[in-house]
């Protein structure tokens, strides 16, 4: 069963106002969340991933309710990298889009998806998206 787990993760203002635009868009009918995981991979190690889920909570997940109905979905495996971390929106001249500020990682590589913990260095590789 998921489990209700606030406090993992939080959602800054400007990403939840980006967030709830997103949902309006997509079909009434069906409940989304926002599934936020990570994966092996990137310059760094470990890289980033986030998407709109419109299927239920998986028995692993750990769920965060950020505001008013809008849920978060953290996999058991990846709620362990994602501890006191925050998605936000930033609005660059280059383009804008989700990001994750997170306190875990002790480097990061320029293309911001892609992160290292200090006890899981895991491999180096090229930037991917």
Do not use: W
């Amino acid at each position: 069963m998921a489990m209700t787990s606030p406090g993992i993760l939080t959602v800054s203002d400007t990403a939840l106002g980006q967030l709830k635009g997103l949902i309006a868009d997509q079909p009434a009918d069906k409940p989304l969340g926002l599934r936020v995981f990570i994966q092996s991979g990137g310059c760094s190690g470990f890289s980033y991933g986030m998407g709109l889920d419109e299927n239920p909570p998986r028995e692993d997940d750990h769920v965060i309710d950020v505001d008013s109905g809008l849920k978060v979905y953290v996999d058991s495996y990846s709620v362990q990298y994602l501890e006191g971390a925050e998605i936000d929106y930033v609005d660059q001249l280059m383009g804008g889009g989700f990001t994750i500020q997170n306190p875990n990682a002790v480097r990061t590589c320029g293309c911001g998806h892609s992160f290292q913990t200090a006890d899981s260095a895991g491999e180096a590789r090229s930037c991917s998206h």
